[in-house]
């Protein structure tokens, strides 16, 4: 038990808390301590009842049974996985960001849901992180089942297929990818790569609560040509030069 506790403080903050709400409150429901019926988002209940902690439980809440057991315990690794990679790597020291990303994809997946009657958000939530993870390291080579080798940048696509083989929704998938890549457009691509306005900010009050003990986000691409002309015309003042790219996490 010792291992396993220590295992477990071993993960990042935000990954830990997320990894032990999505096995905590599955073991709820299955327990029978909670009825499930008060976990899913039922967009009536929580529009009309005013049940409004049903975004945030249809989050952790997945059912598990013999029938999905075997999904949900790939999604866990997921989760554990590619969270605890950008926790400690492209987001390493900052906590807040971090948090605001995942703030980000959860509003947007809860709008998503809400709109088309999507029940349980867990996986579109993990496969968003996952999507940003693999566009921050779109180039590295990742091993997947059977030995297979691909670039990291196609790794949210084959587990889309995974899933759905295994007893998945293609929605669900579909929806977190799409997300992710909402988030890695507006806070990386369009801002950094080709010279648009900086649509996303984490809230100064996150900082206060989760203060940073580094720099800013790692960054990504190169900034575009006239950026860089600008840049030098002024001394090397203005935007930070971004560099010619890094891969991140694990190599």
Wanted: net charge positive.
């Amino acid at each position: 038990m010792s291992d396993i506790g220590d295992w477990f403080r071993s993960i990042p903050t935000i990954t830990r808390y997320w990894f032990a709400a999505t096995v905590a409150v599955p073991l709820v429901g299955k327990l029978g301590l909670i009825s499930p019926a008060y976990f899913f988002l039922w967009p009536e209940a929580f529009l009309y009842r005013f049940q409004i902690w049903r975004p945030i439980t249809a989050t952790f809440y997945f059912p598990v049974g013999p029938g999905t057991g075997f999904l949900y315990l790939v999604n866990l690794y997921f989760l554990y996985q590619y969270s605890t990679r950008l926790e400690t790597g492209a987001f390493d020291g900052r906590p807040a960001d971090y948090l605001f990303m995942l703030l980000f994809n959860w509003i947007c997946i809860v709008i998503t849901g809400l709109a088309m009657d999507m029940q349980l958000l867990m996986i579109p939530l993990i496969m968003s992180v996952l999507y940003v993870w693999a566009q921050l390291n779109r180039d590295m080579i990742v091993s997947f089942w059977f030995g297979t080798r691909f670039k990291a940048c196609y790794l949210p696509w084959v587990i889309l297929g995974f899933n759905y083989i295994i007893g998945g929704s293609v929605i669900n998938e579909l929806i977190g990818n799409l997300v992710g890549h909402l988030y890695f457009f507006l806070m990386f691509r369009y801002p950094m790569d080709l010279g648009g306005r900086n649509f996303l900010s984490t809230p100064q009050f996150l900082y206060r609560w989760l203060p940073s003990r580094r720099g800013g986000v790692s960054g990504f691409g190169v900034p575009p040509a006239s950026m860089r002309r600008a840049a030098d015309q002024n001394g090397g003042g203005g935007r930070h030069n971004w560099g010619q790219g890094f891969r991140l996490g694990d190599q």
